[in-house]
């Protein structure tokens, strides 16, 4: 049986800018059919705002501990948001900004 989907934001700290990160990142989760939108933070962090079954949500955080091969990643905090704090998402697939 399906869960409802939700909403998910992920902070990941580490050598995580200038290292194709967002690409990557966005790339794994289209593959797992999650919506979604990544973006570096002024603090060399990404912020990652995922949509989908709870299932693959876990797919794509187990992902991000270690991300694409020239990234190193320290620590990834997830948690869940509303709608309302996820903001606008792009029906299907996943943005980068």
């Known amino acids: 049986m399906s869960q409802d989907p939700q909403f998910c934001r992920y902070l990941v700290s580490g050598r995580v800018q200038g290292v194709f990160f967002r690409a990557s990142t966005a790339e794994h989760a289209n593959s797992l059919g999650l919506s979604g939108r990544v973006k570096n933070l002024a603090n060399g962090r990404v912020e990652i705002v995922a ?28 948690e869940p948001i509303s709608k309302e704090l996820a903001g606008d998402l792009a029906p299907d697939g996943f943005l980068v900004n």
Do not use: C, I, S
Not at 51 to 78: I, N, Q
């Open 51 to 78: 949509f989908g079954d709870p299932d693959k949500l876990a797919l794509l955080e187990a992902w991000l501990h270690h991300g694409p091969p020239y990234a190193r990643v320290d620590a990834v905090t997830a």
